[in-house]
Every structure is written in structure tokens, then in C-alpha cells.
């Protein structure tokens, strides 16, 4: 099974501010296909969880471009330019290139 | 709009078996994988299963196989998850989510508020 690992678990960030979440991968992400099979969601306190960016860098409709998304085979990272306070809540990387899907533990972002 | 409502939440017991609905409007069902995730309380996310447009291909958590079961009825827009031998560690809540290309398997872009199932004596 694939395992995404997270970092870091908790950041606290002043408004205004840029923040960087990090997803590593035991196994590439890459496809035979060509499609790299890597997606963040943010899960807003008392919300479902929301998709941000699919397949590593493509911001999903709606997206502001303060969120943007990069990384290649095991190692993805979501930045944040410009931290606001409609940002807080819980982050999570997906794969989807293998059964089981799997989940990163999650990242709380929290406004300082 | 894409809506996908979850329903059957409720308390059972151990041993006990459920079973979950997701109703979905605003978008072509029939053209769509259709996942559930599952949150248990406090926790984060665990992918559960999902289920290919055409309702034949199934997949499953590792943990899951044999207890639960998923189905669709492209006719009624709807998806269920047939749950049994319910144990504790399931108590969670359930959310169904679309998938995010139509013909695919990869990923939810929409999901439902969720659902939530305690399973508790």
C-alpha cells in the first residue's frame, strides 16, 4: 500500500504570510499514462473536505491562485503565497494512482 | 450543482449491520466513479471504496473486504454502502464524493456533508 507522509502535522501562520506543506510518497505517483496521480484537499472546520489541487498543480475551479501545487514522483508540496484567515483547517494529500487510495495524516493550519 | 447527500446515519450495536445512501443531483450520475471516505471522530480521512459509472468495477479498503458492500442505481442517481459486522473502530462519519473525470478512477472533486454512523452497545 501507499504511504503519504505529511509535514509538518501543525503550522501557525500570520496573515499575509506564505506557508509550504509538504507530501512524501513510499511509492511514485507517476503513471504509465503520463499523469502524476497527486491531489490536496482542505477540510474547513465543520466542512467537508474541499479539493484544491489535482494532479499535483492543477488548481480545481474556484481555487484561489494564492494556492498553487508542485512536486514530481514521491515528493509534493502545497504552497500557500499569502496566508488569509479563510484558510484555517486541515490539509490532506490523496493518491490515486494505486487501490487503496490513501490519505496524508493531515496538516492543521492555524492563524497566529 | 453537484449535490451529493449522504442518509442512513445512526447508532447500532456491534454486530449490527447498516445501510448508507448518497443521493446526487446536478450532474450526470451514470458518467461517474462514485467513492466513500469515512472520518472518524477527531481523526483524519480513510478512503473506503468506490465504485466505476458503470456500477461493475469495486474496490475496497483492505480492512473493509467482506464486511461492506457498494452499489449504485444509476436509474435513481443513487449510492449505497451495505455495511455489516459492524465493529466499533467503524464509527465514523461517511461521506460519499464524485469522482473527478467523468470515465475515470482517480480522485473526489465533490463530496456530500457526510453522515454519521456510531456503533456502539
Known amino acids: 500500500d501507499i504511504v503519504l507522509t505529511q509535514t509538518p502535522l501543525s503550522l501557525s501562520v500570520t496573515p499575509g504570510q506564505p506557508a509550504s506543506i509538504s507530501c512524501k510518497s513510499n511509492?511514485?505517483?507517476?503513471?504509465?499514462?503520463?499523469?502524476?496521480?497527486l491531489y490536496w484537499y482542505l477540510q474547513k472546520p465543520g466542512q467537508s473536505p474541499q479539493l484544491l489541487i489535482y494532479e499535483v498543480s492543477n488548481r480545481f475551479s474556484g481555487v484561489p491562485d494564492r494556492f498553487s501545487g508542485s512536486g514530481s514522483g514521491t515528493d509534493f508540496t502545497l504552497k500557500i503565497s499569502r496566508v488569509e484567515a479563510e484558510d484555517v483547517g486541515v490539509y490532506y494529500c490523496m493518491q490515486s494512482i494505486q487501490i487503496p487510495r490513501s490519505f496524508g495524516q493531515g496538516t492543521k493550519l492555524e492563524i497566529k | 450543482e453537484v449535490q451529493l447527500v449522504e442518509s442512513g446515519g445512526v447508532v447500532v450495536q456491534p454486530g449490527g449491520s447498516l445501510r448508507l445512501s448518497c443521493a446526487a443531483s446536478?450532474?450526470?450520475?451514470?458518467?461517474?466513479?462514485i467513492h466513500w471516505v469515512r472520518q472518524a471522530p477527531g481523526q483524519g480521512l480513510e478512503w473506503v471504496s468506490l465504485i466505476a459509472w458503470d456500477g461493475v468495477t469495486t474496490y475496497y479498503a483492505d480492512s473493509l473486504k467482506g464486511r461492506f458492500a457498494i452499489s449504485r442505481d444509476n436509474s435513481k442517481n443513487s449510492l449505497y454502502l451495505q455495511m455489516n459486522s459492524l465493529r466499533t473502530e467503524d464509527t465514523a462519519l461517511y461521506f460519499c464524493?464524485?469522482?473527478?473525470?467523468?470515465?475515470?478512477?482517480?480522485?473526489?472533486?465533490?463530496w456530500g456533508q457526510g453522515t454519521l454512523v456510531t456503533v456502539s452497545s
Open positions: 446536478g450532474f450526470k450520475f451514470d458518467d461517474y466513479t
Open positions: 464524493a464524485r469522482d473527478k473525470f467523468p470515465y475515470g478512477s482517480a480522485s473526489p472533486d465533490y
Open positions: 511509492q511514485s505517483l507517476l503513471h504509465s499514462d503520463g499523469n502524476t496521480y
